[in-house]
């Protein structure tokens, strides 16, 4: 049984987290750091005035985007990004996942599903790396983790091994120099990742095995750096179903930016961005980016000279 007094408590943490989202939105670039974001935008064609509005005032060195749903860049992202400066990797197949990395600095070593040479990697357009020409370069990752379904589904078994595979290919990665990886992982970590636990009893993104699998992934060598940087019980969720969850901040948090841990102690800040979640017609995503403070002056300075 539920008492009053517990449900003021709640109501009154729902304020203050509505309250709070006028201060986590980049409100402009940040010329003194190496910024990136990740953004599952929900079909890259519907979002493409959001991103142009997103990119304009936050201005990320990187930007990860996943369910971009099409085969290739929609024509008018494809030229925004092109027009913005980005340098852009891309897979998709269908109208269905997709995923893609926009780099203001030039990429090399691209690869994607389809290219791993591993089953589960492969299956459908979900991971895409590639090297950034930063001094020292960064790897990119932007990853769309499988949804599961519901427990016990064939896809609910896919997105473990997955997982299972994706931690294999974090510790290489790790192990040959920084790695930022990003996107929408279809895992809340904790019960301080969902609105309340009550609600995803039995169903899939709270499980153990999800949990431990992607826990795997960070065993790897990676930080997840919103949490680290804000503490893990802050509920800065980052999903809202459409209608009225997002008013009332019922969401989760199922997307991250991760870093190794050198980079990660670089981390200056992290945002959310209710600017475009709070817009009209918006994904049921929210932006999430990550402040660096920059690995070299020089580095610095062509951040401030892009700005």
């Given amino acids: 049984m539920v008492t009053v007094a517990q449900k003021r408590a709640r109501f009154a943490r729902r304020l203050a987290a509505l309250a709070a989202r006028e201060e986590m939105s980049p409100l402009a670039p940040a010329a003194d750091h190496f910024r990136v974001a990740t953004w599952n935008v929900n079909s890259l064609r519907a979002r493409a005035a959001a991103l142009a509005r997103f990119l304009e005032r936050a201005r990320p060195d990187v930007v990860c985007l996943q369910e971009t749903k099409a085969s290739a860049a929609a024509p ?30 030039r990429i090399s070593g691209e690869q994607a599903s389809g290219g791993f040479g591993d089953e589960h ?9 590639c090297l950034t020409g ?22 609910y078994e896919y997105k473990l091994a997955f997982l299972e595979q ?44 999800e949990r431990e699998a ?31 969850n997002y008013s009332r901040n ?21 945002w959310i961005d209710h600017l475009e979640r709070g817009a009209e017609l918006p994904s049921d995503h929210a932006a999430l980016v990550a402040d660096f403070d920059p690995l070299s002056p020089r580095a610095a300075q062509r951040s401030r000279d892009r700005a």
């Fill in 121 to 129: 990697l492969d299956r459908e357009p979900r991971l895409i790396t």
């Fill in 250 to 270: 019922l969401g989760m948090r199922i997307d991250v930016i991760t870093a190794d841990r050198d980079l990660a102690r670089r981390v200056h800040t992290t």
């Fill in 214 to 244: 992607w826990a795997r992934v960070l065993d790897g060598g990676l930080v997840d750096v919103d949490a680290t940087h804000w503490g893990p019980h802050q509920r800065r969720f980052t999903w809202w179903n459409h209608g009225f």
């Fill in 134 to 155: 930063t001094a020292p370069p960064i790897r990119i990752v932007s990853l769309y983790v499988p949804h599961g379904r519901e427990v016990g589904h064939w896809h």
């Fill in 166 to 209: 994706l931690a294999g290919r974090v510790r290489d990665w790790v192990a040959e120099g920084h790695v930022i990886l990003a996107g929408d992982v279809n895992v809340a970590a904790t019960d301080s990742d969902i609105f309340h636990p009550d609600a995803f009893v039995g169903l899939t993104h709270v499980t153990a095995r």
């Fill in 76 to 105: 008018d992202a494809a030229r925004l990004l092109e027009n913005e400066g980005y340098y852009v990797a891309y897979v998709g197949h269908g109208a269905y996942n997709g995923v893609a990395i926009a780099s203001l600095h």
